[in-house]
Structures are given as structure tokens and as C-alpha cells.
């Protein structure tokens, strides 16, 4: 079976500093990871994905994450927090066995940025 | 371009009553998910289509909620008849699957219903 755990329910940063959200996996064989982004009253939005490849992975706004096999994670980063990424983050994981596609998604994180 | 549209936005009804909630994914994307997410249980899949086809109802919490995809533009879900616990944000979620591809692409989410039932 599959899972994706999140293991801080709320990360707390001053804006202009680096962010961090973590995201650790199990599953059987190669995961497919992704993270989206969710803003108040608005569903999931895409940030970025791992499917192979590149262990760094660039996306949207800035953001970009990191795939480590051996520590099976794929924590977000960013070098710069600004206000504006305040919102909840999810991770979300399927194997590339599963022919049909299910994403399983992480509790996710509330990031909050002060100024 | 349009995302996915879900109608409607906002739910509250009583206990007892036929909730129908609708979903239009994306022009050309042929796989559809139906969410539910509560503070409780975070996001959880309830169904899940492929060319119209459900795939995997697994997630459907019983008899109570039903889901339909009558063709590739519109999906609706439904709940008769709701209950207190059934109060949450629905979300309906789209994806293209290219043939004999490998679907690993995103999911594109719709802003949700908030469903209130009293």
C-alpha cells in the first residue's frame, strides 16, 4: 500500500527566509510525487511534479523540490517566503506500478508566513 | 482556458433532503475524480472515472452517495439521503490520460462545494 505523511502540520517563517515543507513516502516500486497548493475557499492547485529524471525539480512561483530516494522524500523548498505563499500544501504520491493513476495525498501543511 | 466548474458553490440544506452536486472537467481531459475533504479525514477520493467509466468507487462512504458521468462534459454526485455527517467541501478533479500513456500528469481541481446539511 501507499502513503505520503507530512509530518508538520504547520510551518511557521518570516518572509524573506528559506521555507521548507517536508514529505516522506512509502510505496512499491518508483513513486510519481507531486505537491499542490491550496489557498482559502479554493481548491488544489499544481505546483510541480516528479516523474523521473532530474532529482531537482523546478515549479511554479518560485518553488521547487527536491526527490531523494534513499531518504524516500520530496520536501518543498523555496529561498525566498513571501506573504503571498501563505496558504495549505499537499504532497501526493502514486506508484508508477499503478496503472490507474490514484494520487494519495498527505494530510498537508499550513504554511504561514509573517511579514 | 476554463478549468474545471463545479456547481454549486455553496450547499446548506437539511437533514434528510437529495443533494446533487456537478462537476465539467476540463475539455479533453477523460479522467475524473470526485473528492471530499473535512478537517477531520483531510482529502479523501471518493470515485474516480476514465472515459466516463467508474474505475474505482471504493471511496464512496455507502449506499447514500452515488455518482454518474452521463458523458465527457459533465459528472455529478449525489447524496439521498444526506446527513449532518456528510457536511464538507466537495471537490471534483480532472486529468488527461493520453493513450497507452503512463497518467502521470496533474490533477486539475475545481474551487469546490461547501456543503452544509443542518
Known amino acids: 500500500a501507499q502513503s505520503v505523511a507530512q509530518p508538520e502540520d504547520q510551518v511557521n517563517v518570516a518572509e524573506g527566509n528559506p521555507l521548507t515543507v517536508k514529505c516522506t513516502y512509502s510505496v512499491s516500486g518508483n513513486p510519481y510525487l507531486f505537491w499542490y497548493v491550496q489557498y482559502p475557499n479554493r481548491g488544489l492547485q499544481f505546483l510541480l511534479k516528479?516523474?523521473?529524471?532530474?532529482?531537482l525539480v523546478k515549479g511554479s512561483y518560485g518553488f521547487e523540490a527536491e526527490f531523494n530516494k534513499s531518504q524516500t522524500s520530496f520536501h518543498l523548498k523555496k529561498p525566498s517566503a513571501l506573504v503571498s505563499d501563505s496558504a495549505l500544501y499537499f504532497c501526493a504520491v502514486r506508484p508508477q506500478g499503478d496503472s490507474w493513476g490514484k494520487f494519495q495525498f498527505g494530510a498537508g501543511t499550513q504554511v504561514v508566513v509573517t511579514p | 482556458d476554463a478549468g474545471v466548474i463545479q456547481s454549486p458553490r455553496h450547499e446548506v440544506t437539511e437533514m434528510g433532503q437529495e443533494v446533487t452536486l456537478r462537476c465539467k472537467p476540463i475539455s479533453g481531459h477523460n479522467s475524473l475524480f470526485w473528492y471530499r475533504q473535512t478537517m477531520m479525514r483531510g482529502l479523501e477520493l471518493l470515485i474516480y472515472?476514465?472515459?466516463?467509466?467508474?474505475?474505482?468507487d471504493s471511496g464512496m462512504p455507502e449506499d447514500r452517495f452515488s455518482a454518474k458521468m452521463p458523458n465527457a462534459s459533465f459528472s455529478t454526485l449525489k447524496i439521498q439521503p444526506s446527513e449532518p455527517r456528510d457536511s464538507a467541501v466537495y471537490f471534483c478533479?480532472?486529468?488527461?490520460?493520453?493513450?497507452?500513456?503512463?497518467?502521470?500528469?496533474?490533477?486539475?481541481f475545481g474551487d469546490g462545494t461547501r456543503l452544509s446539511i443542518l
Open positions: 472515472f476514465n472515459n466516463n467509466v467508474p474505475i474505482d
Open positions: 478533479a480532472s486529468r488527461l490520460d493520453p493513450q497507452g500513456g503512463s497518467r502521470n500528469q496533474p490533477q486539475h
Open positions: 516528479y516523474i523521473t529524471g532530474d532529482n
